[in-house]
């Protein structure tokens, strides 16, 4: 093992790059903070930012290298690094996450730290590396590694949110305790049925239904009528007959409105915000147990799946910035829960090897091509990326994993092909005009133009900078363990550790530019089946020492523990009006109907009786009202918008149909017998008021009723 060692080092002595190795990393820890800075073009960044961007690229670049061959070589200056570096560098990082030390006081440290390893390996590297006594230190240390990274963590969630608040102190202790409790009754589970017989699995998983449908259905249905209307304008329309991206609009996306046109029609639900907010809570209870099953057949592990789908239900669901997942359709499985479970099929097609799971597999794919340009792109890369493990990283000879995973790619782009095809050959049918795909693809152009101010990403770059590094740190973990045929990781897990990581990456960096505390807990399903995977993994594993299994246990447990506790204060909101809460009440449960609908408010009642009063029996109507009302008035009373512009606000985002409408407009002008207009200031947009214009310019019209600020204008023969 010595000589082996001195050899490797003195093999790779002319390797200016390697042997350069330890001075890259200082000058780099020294440069990242202004070059980090002037990209930003902000002043110099908090500590967080800075601690995170080093420990990232430091570890990925070891990855990198690994990869590259340079094994033992990289063992040396990895042990040096570990032993001498990285347990200083924990303890001043968190210093300087909590402001121990300042900014300056924490870069000078580092800069010495960095300086001393340099001089360390470059003076003694052949000596030190063959100390048994180092070796042993090496050992030891490496195993306590991920209790500093643990309190780097730590140190920054407690800096950031001050747990230490006397608000926070009754949560550590009901934290912790219904944790504990959590965990017991789920061994005494685990205990019960692996005594009992196999069937008896289904029996918790059951259970399990009843409990996720408990916490996840919310009885008084959340409506929030800006973020539905993306959804419901397009919907009302096309159940009315009209297509989309020929007369009618969605920025969400083609399948998606179809599917819950077809939804609506076969549950027999009324066209409204209640109907949406009910099919939503459905399909994330669907999902939820679609992750468990996934966990607990990959894992093997029954329990493990459901302590991962409670973990991810608490981040995911029950602590959310805004008022409820229900909220945000467009955060919902309506976006997500296609790759999900086009995961789960290729887990079920590879574990079963059934031509029926074969074609179902390509019958959601070629869904999901049309589903949204979103969905399609988180769906087919995350699948293949599943495959890719499957197919070539595990294939018995490398030219025959290629040749199969080169036959899936082109059976998919086949489907994908007859799946536009189909839909361009239903639209001219229905329409009788072509798909006016500029009309779907500019939603995409607008936004790359349009100024969002969500906020600051800055505050929370740690947090999600960690989410990226487990990512990359399984596929790297994945690719290295097939490449050096360690076999440390089964075929399912490694396919889906990299599958579903892929799908986690496309969700961070598309919410990347957005504020991302906004949008975290969209990152905590992936990001929290990642790393049950990996406790499944570490738990069964006996190439590990018993010391590091037992800290990435702990590191894991204690940061769920601040992490919740953190959450506490928006948990108890949103808990208290689920399904289950209220279930445990004397009063009982009153759900809300999801057949019933009534307006909004007193405006959108005004314009529904004035409509139903005027146009009962037209199908389209010329309608100028507030966004919002607009929509809401348009389903209520079963009718469409005459120009196409059923929402305002998503229609003005895009120029191109923005443009049809004003033809339209232009068209239709001096038909319409009826036109229903709000009065009130400001209630119009530019788009609005331009058509407006446009449709009675060739015509006069008369006041001929009001109701408050809606009035009812005439054509005047």
Partial sequence: ??????????????????????????????????????????????????????????????????????????????????????????????????????????????????????????????????????????????SLLPLGYGLIFWAWVFGTYDLLQPKFWSAWVMVPAIVFLVLFCLWAVDLWQRRSRPGYQWVIYLLMVLILTGLVYRPELFVDRWHYNYFMAPLNDVIHGKVLFVNTTSQYGVGVIYALALAF??????????????????????????????????????????????????????????????????????????????LGMAFINTKYSKRYFRVLELVFLSIASVWSLETFLYAVLSLNAFYFVNDLLFAPQFQVGLKAFG??????????????????????????????TRMYFDYFQSYTTIPYDGGSIAPHIFRTGVVMFVYLFSIFAVLFDRLRQKNFLSTAMSSMLVGMSAAGILQYVYYFIFYIDYHLALLCVPLIFVLALWVAAIRRSSSMSSLFRANVITVLFFSLIVCMISTVPSFYDKFSKSLLYESMQKQGVVLTSPYYNSPSNKTVENLVHLIQNYAGSEQQIALFAAPEDQV????????????????????????????????????????????????????????QQEAYRALVGAASYKVIDKRKNIVVLKKVN
């Fill in 632 to 687: 809401e008035a348009l389903f209520l009373t079963g009718k469409t918008d005459l120009l196409g512009m059923s929402d305002p606000g998503m229609s003005a985002i895009s120029l191109v149909y923005s443009e049809y409408i004003l033809r339209e407009a232009k068209t239709m002008a001096g038909q319409p017998i009826y036109i229903f207009y709000d009065t009130a200031k400001e209630a119009l947009m530019p788009l």
């Fill in 1 to 142: 093992m010595v000589n082996n060692s001195i050899k490797l080092d003195m093999s790779y002595k002319n390797d200016s790059f390697l042997n350069q190795f330890p001075a890259i990393i200082g000058i780099l820890s020294v440069l990242s903070y202004p070059i980090f800075s002037s990209i930003w073009k902000m002043e110099p960044i908090g500590i967080s930012e800075y601690v995170e961007l080093l420990v990232v690229f430091s570890l990925l670049f070891l990855f990198l290298l690994i990869l590259s061959g340079r094994v033992a070589l990289i063992r040396g200056l990895f042990s040096l690094y570990v032993t001498l570096v990285m347990p200083v560098f924990c303890v001043l990082a968190s210093f300087a996450i909590v402001e121990v030390l300042s900014a300056s006081e924490y870069g000078m440290a580092l800069i010495i730290l960095h300086v001393a390893y340099a001089l360390i390996w470059f003076f003694t590297r052949s000596y030190i590396l063959n100390l048994s006594l180092f070796n042993q230190i090496n050992r030891a240390v490496l």
């Fill in 265 to 342: 029609w076969g549950l027999h639900l009324p066209i409204g915000y209640e109907g949406l907010s009910f099919v939503i809570a459905i399909l994330f209870i669907l999902q939820y147990l679609l992750l468990a099953y996934m966990l607990w057949k990959i894992s093997g592990d029954l329990i493990l799946g459901v302590a991962g789908v409670l973990v991810m239900v608490y981040f995911n669901y029950l602590t959310v910035f805004w008022p409820s997942m229900l909220r945000t359709p467009a955060q919902s499985p309506l976006r997500y829960g296609l790759p999900y479970l086009l």
């Fill in 407 to 436: 036959k899936r790619l082109m059976v998919q782009a086949g489907i994908i092909a007859i799946s536009w095809s189909l839909l361009f050959i239903f639209t001219h049918v229905i329409s009788r005009q072509p798909l006016n």
